[in-house]
């Protein structure tokens, strides 16, 4: 039997009790939207606790995908009511771990039947799941320790019955609430979760994120095993670590110390390169020690959702970051757009520099400082979301450029990790060092090089 052969059997026998569990789920999501909808038509806003927890509930249940883009759409402040955000954000990957004959099955599909002699040990039992597939661990033949991403089968059509299902959300969420259209969005956000499938891709986005932090001894990317990587098996050196919850105790300058490698890790990429990490969530990072057991720097993990921007796209931040640090509002509307955003009235630009306003505010602020004094992880951001999307409602609508939605995103995942750890730095001093001497000219020759190194081509 050929490994295409094994591959397609793995598929068919777990076709029919996917689609089985997507016909369960796709009912139990449209009846609380049923419910969400006849609350709103009686004036109760739709923001019942009950109907929060039901689809969190419902989309729990589905334990793929559909679930990763439901926590992805939590952490776009105001893209959902607060409740559900909260609700939500409490999924985790439950997916059903592949068994140990199964995985065997599925190693042999994709590496061959002597797929067990290219490795000194590999354990049939995952140590992690994830939304798209399982990580296990493993030993190269030398004894290194590896870790193994293997993605469960059929994934590429639950991906798509999932965005068909995103499709019909984000349909009522405009009836609903139309202060923000969301077409964009929706676009942004399936181009993403599409590219996740590739392997291949995200091993050359691991190789892109070590070149363009190659220069940051306090930040390791994992290397990637090429020979022992297809396009749904990822092999990568294990780093390791621990969470980076684990230091909220520690001594404030070891939290800031993190605090710094972590602005760095992300910032850099994108004011030198255009490219972000679009998935900053906590269990992404770990934090590894030096000799002493002190903490010495962050492990980058998982580069499945990764942002390339047209260099353009940075050059508009760079802008508004002049015009707000200089109080230049022609600099700031020039901002919105090279951005893309259209028809933008003076009372629609002050409302958006409501927002601007908070993500910019540490790197505007020369001085020792939280990233947002006396605010909860949490709720970081959904404040002046809410401001923002109350005045939107009144003077829009407007639609958000696509490239927007990983970039807030990351920008408000990054500012929720330095509340949960504490950590205070002059954040101002940091995004200059990061950011250097800018152009838009540097970052697309910086950009290009970098690319090309890696294998990759921008996303446009």
């Keep these: 039997m050929t490994r295409d052969d094994n591959r397609r059997d793995d598929e068919r026998n777990r076709f029919s009790a996917r689609a089985s569990r997507y016909a369960r789920v796709g009912a139990q999501v449209g009846g609380v939207a049923a419910r969400i909808a006849g609350a709103r038509l009686f004036g109760q806003e739709g923001r019942n606790p009950s109907h929060a927890a039901a689809l969190a509930a419902a989309l729990g249940g589905l334990k793929g995908p559909l679930m990763k883009v439901a926590q992805l759409m939590a952490t776009i402040p105001d893209l959902l009511p607060p ?10 990957s439950q997916a059903p771990p592949m068994g140990a004959a ?27 799941a994830a939304s798209l597939g399982q990580v296990h661990r493993a030993r190269a033949p030398d004894g290194a320790p590896l870790a193994c991403k293997l993605q469960y089968p059929d994934m590429a059509s639950a991906v798509e019955a999932d965005l068909a299902q995103l499709d019909v959300l984000f349909a009522i969420h405009r009836r609903m609430d139309p202060a923000i259209d969301t077409r964009e969005i929706a676009k942004e956000v399936a181009e993403r979760v599409r590219e996740e499938l590739d392997y291949r891709r995200e091993a050359a986005h691991a190789a892109l994120y070590a070149d363009m932090l190659s220069s940051i001894d306090s930040v390791r990317v994992p290397r990637v095993r090429p020979e022992l990587s297809t396009a749904r098996l990822l092999t990568m050196d294990w780093l390791a670590g621990e969470k980076l919850l684990s230091f909220k105790q520690h001594p404030q300058d070891e939290r800031d110390a993190i605090g710094r490698a972590m602005f760095l890790t992300w910032w850099v990429p994108f004011m030198r390169y255009a490219v972000i990490h679009g998935d900053p969530h906590l269990g992404n ?35 508004l970051y002049q015009g707000l640090l200089k109080d230049d509002r ?17 009372e629609l630009i002050d409302i958006m520099n409501i927002w601007a306003r908070f993500i910019y505010g540490p790197i505007l602020d020369d001085r020792v400082r939280t990233v947002a004094d006396g605010v909860r992880p949490g709720e970081y951001g959904r404040r002046e979301a809410y401001r923002v999307h109350m005045a939107l409602k009144e003077k829009g609508p407007v639609t958000v450029p696509r490239e927007f939605v990983f970039m807030d995103r990351a920008a408000v995942g990054l500012g929720g990790v330095f509340l949960h750890l504490g950590a205070q730095a002059n954040f101002y001093r940091l995004f200059h060092e990061a950011m250097g001497d800018f152009s838009v000219e540097a970052v697309a020759a910086r950009q290009a090089a970098a690319l090309a190194r890696a294998g990759l081509t921008a996303t446009g």
Excluded at 83 to 92: M, P
Excluded at 294 to 311: M, S, T
């Design 83 to 92: 409740d559900y955000a909260e609700e939500l954000q409490k999924l985790q």
């Design 285 to 319: 990072y770990s934090i590894y020690a030096d000799a002493a057991g002190a903490p010495a720097g962050v492990n980058l993990y998982d580069f499945g959702c990764v942002r390339i921007f047209p260099p353009r796209f940075a050059g508009g931040v760079f802008e």
């Design 330 to 346: 022609a600099r700031i509307v020039h901002a919105y757009e090279i951005w893309g955003f259209k028809g933008l009235t003076n």
């Design 102 to 128: 199964f995985v065997k099955r599925r190693m042999m599909a994709e590496l061959g039947a002597d797929w067990r002699g290219r490795f000194g040990e590999f354990d049939l039992h995952p140590a992690g």
